[in-house]
């Protein structure tokens, strides 16, 4: 499956801080249970990134 790729795969995301001082995305869904922690700084380039790309959503 790529960007591109369709899915009926339902999934829930979760975004917060962690006690250890990280960004935690956590995805939950049918089998999947996925933590992905980040430093701070790389969070605001992952953020920087979802921007980006929403505006060449918009602009598609």
């Known amino acids: 499956m790529g960007i591109n790729s369709q ?7 979760q975004i917060g801080p962690t006690s250890a001082g990280k ?4 995805v939950r869904g049918a089998g ?5 922690d980040f430093d ?3 969070a605001d380039e992952i953020a ?3 921007r ?3 505006a060449r959503a918009r602009r598609s």
Not at 23 to 26: F, G, H, Q, S
Not at 32 to 36: A, I, K, R
Request: no cysteine; hydrophobic share 45%; proline share 8%.
């Open 7 to 13: 899915s009926d795969l339902e999934t829930e995301l």
């Open 23 to 26: 960004v935690r995305l956590y």
């Open 52 to 54: 980006a790309a929403a």
């Open 48 to 50: 920087e990134e979802l």
């Open 40 to 42: 701070p700084d790389d």
């Open 32 to 36: 999947v249970d996925l933590p992905m």
